[in-house]
């Protein structure tokens, strides 16, 4: 098996504690998220960083195939991508380092690190909790973010209510963090049709879709009316795709549990 390496050289850690790190990954007993496709951990650095582990599972064998040869890993991607955030002036957890291991034929397992952010909120709390305290601010200044990313082109495809860190800066201040970062796409400009579905996966719920739409409308000199209803329409297509999946899977387990 081999394994490469490859780190953000503005970061103070060495291939060597990194090596060391993902050598004793499985050790390491510090869950952020556990999941069945991919884990997060977090662990010190000799620096005193605290820093996050994303373990992504191993491919399919055709994957393995197609991430050796053909294709960036996600680890590498999330590594690529967090550092073009960063130098466009947006605000990730700052990357450390991705590590792949292969064999001379297959691609095996990757891991993505970055810096741990200790945030206050996800966007997921404001779907989940009604009266989160400010939460209409807190919508408007996400839909200013967002509208930051699509000026400079960035369309961030996962972009769901945990993918976003927030963080209270001030006493109506807030900051945002993007998380998740192996499939985003780069324009050179966003149209009005593929900027209204990058919220489509954002929340359920009208109310909040009616809030943003409205401070959107604002920042690009639109009509309220065309901006809610398109915003809508748009969440309504990504919701009734959703279900419809998640029925599929419910069926599918059903008959393998049989």
């Known amino acids: 098996?081999?394994?490469?390496?490859?780190l953000n050289n503005n970061f103070p850690t060495t291939k060597k504690e990194i090596?060391?790190?993902?050598?004793?990954?499985?050790?390491?007993?510090?869950?952020?998220?556990?999941g069945t496709r991919n884990s997060i951990k977090k662990t010190?650095?000799?620096?005193?960083?605290?820093?996050?582990?994303?373990?992504?599972?191993?491919?399919?064998?055709?994957?393995?195939?197609?991430?050796?040869?053909?294709?960036q890993s996600k680890a590498e991607r999330s590594f690529e991508y967090a550092n073009k955030l960063v130098n466009l002036g947006f605000l990730t957890p700052l990357p450390v380092a991705y590590i792949e291991e292969t064999t001379t034929i297959q691609f095996l397992?990757?891991?993505?690190?970055?810096?741990?952010?200790?945030?206050d909120l996800t966007y997921r709390e404001l779907v989940e909790i009604a009266d989160y305290p400010n939460k209409i601010e807190i919508l408007k200044q996400f839909t200013q973010f967002t509208y930051q990313l699509h000026e400079a082109g960035i369309e961030f495809l996962d972009h769901s209510p945990g993918n976003t860190l927030i963080k209270k800066v001030g006493e109506n201040s807030y900051d945002f963090y993007l998380v998740d970062l192996n499939r985003m796409n780069f324009h050179t400009k966003m149209d009005f049709e593929l900027r209204m579905k990058n919220?489509?996966?954002?929340?359920?719920?009208?109310?909040?879709?009616?809030?943003?739409?409205?401070?959107?409308?604002?920042?690009?000199?639109?009509e309220e009316t065309k901006v809610i209803n398109?915003?809508?329409k748009k969440t309504e297509e990504f919701q009734t795709k959703f279900h419809k999946k998640q029925e599929r899977k419910k069926k599918l387990k059903k008959l393998i549990e049989k």
């Open 19 to 34: 090596e060391s790190i993902i050598k004793g990954y499985d050790s390491i007993n510090q869950y952020i998220a556990k």
């Open 230 to 232: 398109e915003m809508w």
């Open 109 to 119: 397992k990757s891991y993505y690190l970055c810096e741990l952010v200790e945030a």
């Open 1 to 6: 098996m081999m394994s490469k390496i490859v």
């Open 44 to 71: 010190q650095l000799e620096s005193g960083k605290i820093v996050t582990i994303k373990s992504f599972k191993i491919p399919n064998i055709i994957n393995k195939f197609i991430y050796k040869f053909f294709r």
């Open 199 to 222: 919220f489509s996966r954002l929340t359920p719920y009208n109310d909040m879709v009616e809030i943003m739409a409205k401070e959107y409308a604002k920042l690009i000199n639109e």
